[in-house]
Each structure stands twice: as C-alpha cells, then as structure tokens.
C-alpha cells in the first residue's frame, strides 16, 4: 500500500470514527471508562501483535547478530537528533501549541502525581507486552507460516477507528490548529533532527553520509526504506534500514507516555516521525489527549510522503 493510498485508509477509519460519534446515544460513551478500557486493551493487542510480527520476520531475526549494534546506533541517534532539535526549536519559538495540546492529567506539571514509577507504568508495560509478543513469534511453534502483519493491520485501524470516534465527541473547535503555521515546525524540525543524528552515527560507524542520511530519511517507516535500499544497495544497508526504523518505532513505543507529560507534550509527536499518523497515533491520542491527533496526522503524512523521495534522494550523496 503506498503512501497516498495508506493516508486516505487512515482518514477513512478516523472520519468513521468522528461519524460513529454523531450517533443518538453514543456520544457519552467516549467519556466512559468503558470506552477508555476498550482503547486501552486494542493499544495492547496492537503491541503485542507488533511483537509477534518482528519475532516471525526473518530479515530482523537473522541479521540481529552481525547488523543489531550498527542500527541500535542509528535507532537511537535519529530518535536524540528528533528531541534535541525539537525541544531547541520549542524552547526557542516558546511553541504556541504546547499549552493546548497538554492532556488533562499531565497539565500543570512535568511529572505524575506518583512520581517516576507511575511515569514508567505505561512504557514498562508496553514493554512487557512487545517482549511477550516477540517471544511468541519466535520461540512458539504456532501458526506456522503466520507473520501478524494483517492482524497489526486490523488492529490498527480499529484503534483508529476509536480515536476518532473520541475525538468526536472532544472539543471539535480544537481542530482549527490544523491551519497554524506552527504545524510545519514538527515535521521539518523531525525531518532535521533525525537527519542529523543519523549523520553522526554514520560517522560513528564509519560509513558514507548519502547511505547514513537514507538510513535516517526512513523516519520510523521500516519496510518502505528497508526495501528502497535494499533495491539501491543491497541487502546489507537494506536490513540496517529495516531494523534501525524498526528500533525507533519500538522506542517511540516507550517514549511518548513520558514526552506527553514533559515540558513539550508534542515531542511525542516527533517522537513517532512518520508512524505518528498511524502505529503510533494511538498512543500519542492517549498520552497528549485529542487535541494532538490532527497534527499529528499532519505531521505523520508529511514525513511518510517525503520517504519515498528522499531516501534514495540522500542515498545519491557522495
């Protein structure tokens, strides 16, 4: 599915949503604990079925040994080149939509009321669930041939589904930041951060920038950019593609719980690159509150357009 074609999917499952909301009756529901039990036990699913996807994808399992540290390097470059530039550009412009997006309960404060254990309650969670996943995939004999790719696919769209049907029934006046100039800074100052960490792994590791720079312009979408550069390179670049953007995602996965509670709610935005408008929508929508989904639907499109053409742009440099 390609970019044009996943974004118009995505906007379909949202505005199903937001039509569900409109519903005699079922407009109260989105405030119930129903409902927020509901999102949270699909946001689980989704993980654990992330999990069993990577456990079950031999391209992550068998180039672990020689090609893990090279794209542990790049992961968590591209992700600390994101915050830092971010949180330089926020503390610089004093963004104007951090107080807005901030959600009800981190409002006011950086940290939880129960301090960093309760601030580590929901990676730590996710954290188990993505390990259990992964073990079941690779170890369990079950489902043989099965990868969990259609069932993360099911997943994700039904949790897309519940967030506009939550946002629905949210304060829809919210939505006019879609037009604030501000929006450009998430994804460019994303797009910047993630192209200079991976520069600096890059020189780290010893390799030429135009393959370092395509390495990071995957953006956290690591089958397009696994398969560009394996079709430009070989399946070397190839795979430290697939796992480096797969590497973030995971830590995008532990990270945005903390970020929407920090100084800078949207870093959790930036924190998701191009996934923000998709994998992990869901969580940024939980951890930032409703309010965040629209941007970063934006910002998350506009990083998974510029993929196709950057990465073998960059890969050319040099």
């Not at 963004?95 to 009800?104: E, I, M, N, V």
């Not at 981190?106 to 309650?121: E, I, L, N, Q």
């Not at 910047?192 to 010893?206: E, F």
Request: aromatic fraction near 6%; charged fraction near 10%.
């Amino acid at each position: 599915m390609g970019p044009a074609l996943t974004i118009l999917t995505i906007a379909a499952a949202v505005c199903a949503g937001l039509l569900l909301s409109r519903v005699p009756g079922l407009r109260r529901v989105s405030a119930g604990r129903v409902f927020a039990a509901s999102r949270l036990a699909l946001l689980g699913a989704m993980v654990a079925a992330m999990g069993f996807r990577i456990g079950r994808t031999p391209e992550v399992v068998h180039a672990a040994g020689a090609l893990g540290l090279q794209s542990l390097l790049f992961g968590a470059c591209t992700m600390a080149g994101t915050l830092g530039v971010l949180s330089a550009i926020f503390a610089l412009r004093g963004f104007a939509l951090r107080a807005d997006h901030r959600s009800p309960r981190s409002r006011g404060g950086g940290a939880p009321a129960g301090g960093a254990a309760a601030a580590m309650k929901d990676p730590l969670l996710l954290l188990g669930v993505l390990g259990a996943g992964f073990v079941t995939g690779f170890l369990v004999p079950i489902f043989p041939g099965a990868t969990g790719g259609r069932l993360v696919t099911a997943l994700l769209y039904a949790l897309l589904v519940v967030i506009g049907f939550g946002l629905g029934g949210s304060d829809l006046a919210r939505l006019h930041l879609l037009l604030h100039p501000d929006l450009l800074v998430l994804p460019l100052g994303t797009a910047a951060g993630s192209l200079l960490g991976g520069l600096c792994a890059g020189v780290l590791l010893g390799m030429r920038p135009g393959g370092a720079l395509a390495v990071a312009a995957g953006f956290g979408w690591y089958s397009l950019s696994g398969v560009v550069l394996t079709r430009l390179d070989g399946p070397s670049l190839g795979a430290v593609a697939f796992l480096a953007n797969m590497i973030r995602e995971s830590m995008a996965l532990l990270l945005i719980p903390l970020l929407g509670r920090s100084r800078f709610p949207l870093l959790a935005v930036g924190a998701g690159g191009a996934t923000s408008m998709d994998v992990t929508l869901p969580l940024i929508e939980k951890s930032c509150g409703a309010p965040a989904v629209p941007v970063a639907l934006a910002s998350g499109a506009l990083l998974s357009l510029s993929v196709p053409f950057l990465v073998p742009l960059l890969y050319s440099i040099g």
